[in-house]
C-alpha cells in the first residue's frame, strides 16, 4: 500500500517505545519489538520560516516501524492479522501519524 498520513492515537513505554494504538476505531497491540529511524522531512514546504531554536523536530522526523494485532476482543475470537505499520513522531508536538501499512488490507475496506 501506498503513502499517506492520518492520525493515530499512540500509548507508549517510559522509555517511549510504542505499545499500543488507537486506529479505525480499532484497538491494536504491538506485538513484536519496534524499530525506529529518523528521516528528513522537508519542512521548507510545510513551514513559512524557521523558528529560531528549532532545530531538532525540524529537519528530521522519527518513524517508528511496529507489528500490531487488534485485541481478542475486537476480532471476535477469529484468527488475528498481524499488521505492519509505518508511524511518525512529531518531536514537537508529540503527535503520531500513520504513513504506511504493509502489505494488507485497509480495515476500512475490509
Do not use: N
Not at 513484536?32 to 519542512?43: T, Y
Request: with cysteine; hydrophobic share 40%; aromatic share 8%.
Amino acid at each position: 500500500m501506498g503513502m499517506f498520513s492520518e492520525s493515530v492515537d499512540v500509548l507508549c513505554s517510559a522509555s517511549g517505545q510504542p505499545v499500543s494504538l488507537q486506529w479505525a476505531g480499532r484497538h491494536y497491540i504491538v506485538c513484536a519489538e519496534p524499530v525506529r529511524w529518523f528521516e528528513r522531512r522537508q519542512w521548507w514546504a510545510e513551514e513559512s520560516r524557521a523558528p529560531l531554536g528549532s532545530g531538532p523536530g525540524l529537519v528530521d522526523h522519527e518513524i517508528w516501524r511496529v507489528q500490531v494485532r487488534a485485541e481478542p476482543a475486537e476480532t471476535g475470537h477469529l484468527k488475528q492479522e498481524t499488521l505492519t505499520l509505518d508511524l511518525s513522531r512529531h518531536l514537537g508536538s508529540g503527535r503520531w501519524r500513520l504513513l504506511r501499512i504493509h502489505d494488507a488490507i485497509h480495515p476500512r475496506t475490509a
